[in-house]
């Protein structure tokens, strides 16, 4: 059974200050996307990296996919109140099935 | 907005009733998805449809839960005799076809949250 762990569960930072989220995996992907769920909605992509070691940025958020494709993390720099949410990673092994993690929950105080 | 659009967004039944959920999806894409996410948990795969077929069914319970995705209309996710226990937030996501591309993006609506009382 393929699993995916996130760490931390719980985050609960002050505004200004910079964060890294993980995500892993007992497999190999073939690419792994992040989300960020708010309350009450949907899981929103934020990206999809699928190259190991490949590094993407959007705005503050640093995505980092391990060399062995097995991990992946994401940096917050400067966490705005914004930025608070339940991040998820998730990822396929080659077919359509997305296996989830259970999430980072981000709580950014002003 | 030409995102994944489902309704209700909320849906009350007493246990022994039915539940039906429904999922159009992204404007272009012919796949579609439904998760099942418990509180403080992540989405649990539950099926994969495209037009008319049912791909995989296997994260879905084989006795009261059935989909479908017809050639017209939304994808539905059907509960019936709903219990207790299927009180949780659905999800339905949608892609563009599998064929050619080396990844699959999927896209999420915004969830129907279903209570049972």
């Known amino acids: 059974t393929q699993l995916l762990e996130q760490s931390p569960q719980f985050l609960s930072i002050q505004e200004g200050e910079n964060l890294t989220v993980y995500c892993n995996s007992s497999?190999?992907?073939?690419?792994l996307q992040w989300y960020r769920q708010e309350p009450g909605e949907g899981p929103v992509l934020l990206v999809t990296?699928?190259?190991?070691?490949e590094v993407k940025k959007l705005k503050r958020l640093t995505f980092q996919f391990g060399d062995a494709r097995k991990d992946s993390s994401l940096h917050i720099t400067a966490a705005q109140t914004g930025d608070t949410g339940l991040y998820l990673c998730?990822?396929?092994?080659?077919?359509?099935?997305?296996?989830f993690g259970t999430g980072t929950r981000l709580k950014v105080l002003a | 907005n030409a995102g994944v659009m489902q309704n209700p967004r909320h849906l009350v039944r007493r246990r022994g009733q039915e539940a039906r959920l429904r999922c159009s999806p992204m404007?272009?894409?012919?796949?579609v998805y439904w998760y099942r996410q418990l509180p403080e948990e992540g989405l649990k795969f539950m099926v994969y449809l495209q037009k008319e077929n049912i791909i995989d069914e296997s994260g879905m319970p084989k006795e009261r839960f059935s989909a479908e995705f017809p050639k017209e209309g939304p994808s539905i996710l059907r509960i019936q005799q709903v219990v207790r226990g299927d009180s949780a937030a659905y999800f339905c996501?949608?892609?563009?076809?599998?064929?050619?591309?080396?990844?699959?993006?999927?896209?999420f609506g915004p969830g129907t949250r279903l209570t049972v009382l």
């Open positions: 998730a990822f396929t092994s080659g077919t359509y099935k997305y296996i």
């Open positions: 497999s190999v992907f073939s690419s």
């Open positions: 404007k272009g894409h012919s796949h």
């Open positions: 996501a949608s892609s563009r076809g599998l064929a050619g591309v080396p990844y699959n993006e999927q896209f």
């Open positions: 990296v699928v190259t190991g070691g």
